[in-house]
T-cell receptor
């Protein structure tokens, strides 16, 4: 078990470009979350998957953001037409619990995005 | 909606005790978590409270009062490696909502 892995760890891009982040959760974890964190703040919820189904999206997730989890394993988060305000750490977390109201989250190391 | 408030920064001496308070206002409540996050690293789970009272786990303890919307994390016998951000989070509608975190600096 290698834990939750995210790729790339760092991404620098120019405004207007598209970027994609990948998350590989701990195997057999059926719940997967994406959070965004900026300096000095706690993680902000973006979206959540139960297996392959995307169950909730935050209003923070504009139409430039899209997330997928095909086959209920790895997930991707794509940001189209990036803006400087998208610069943040994008954290992925997974959890094995069937009941979504219990259980801790296991976070990956994050993908840091810098938009110039 | 929910508001989660915790102090921004705290400083303590190695070997001492520090208490980090967290207050929350939520329209629903299903449990409270504390996470530790070292600079540049992922948050890691510390504790979970769903019932009132104190949960002890080695040098760390967490307390919850649901009627007061209040929790604290108690760090005893502080070590230099405890310097980190401590995040209070509540479960609402299947997801964790985090406070801004309290940065604890441990001095020798």
């Amino acid at each position: 078990d290698t834990g939750v892995s995210q790729d790339p760890r760092h991404k620098i891009t120019k405004r207007g470009q598209n970027v994609t982040f990948r998350c590989d959760p701990i195997s057999e974890h059926n719940r997967l979350y994406w959070y965004r964190q900026t300096l000095g703040q706690g993680p902000e919820f973006l979206t959540y998957f139960q297996n392959e189904a995307q169950l909730e999206k935050s209003r923070l997730l504009s139409d430039r953001f899209s997330a997928e989890r095909p086959k209920g394993s790895f997930s991707t988060l794509e940001i189209q037409r990036t803006e400087q305000g998208d610069s943040a750490m994008y954290l992925c977390a997974s959890s094995p619990r069937q009941d979504p109201n219990t259980g801790e989250l296991f976070f990956g190391e994050g993908s840091r995005l810098t938009v110039l | 909606g929910q508001n989660i408030d915790q102090p921004t920064e705290m400083t303590a001496t190695e070997g001492a005790i520090v208490q980090i308070n967290c207050t929350y206002q939520t329209s629903g409540f299903n449990g409270l978590f504390w996470y530790q996050q070292h600079a540049g690293e992922a948050p890691t789970f510390l504790s979970y409270n769903v019932l009132d009272g104190l949960e002890e786990k080695g040098r760390f303890s967490s307390f919850l009062s649901r009627s007061k919307g209040y929790s604290y994390l108690l760090l005893k016998e502080l070590q230099m490696k405890d310097s980190a951000s401590y995040l209070c989070a509540v479960i609402i509608d299947y997801k964790l909502s985090f406070g801004a975190g309290t940065t604890v600096t441990v001095r020798a």
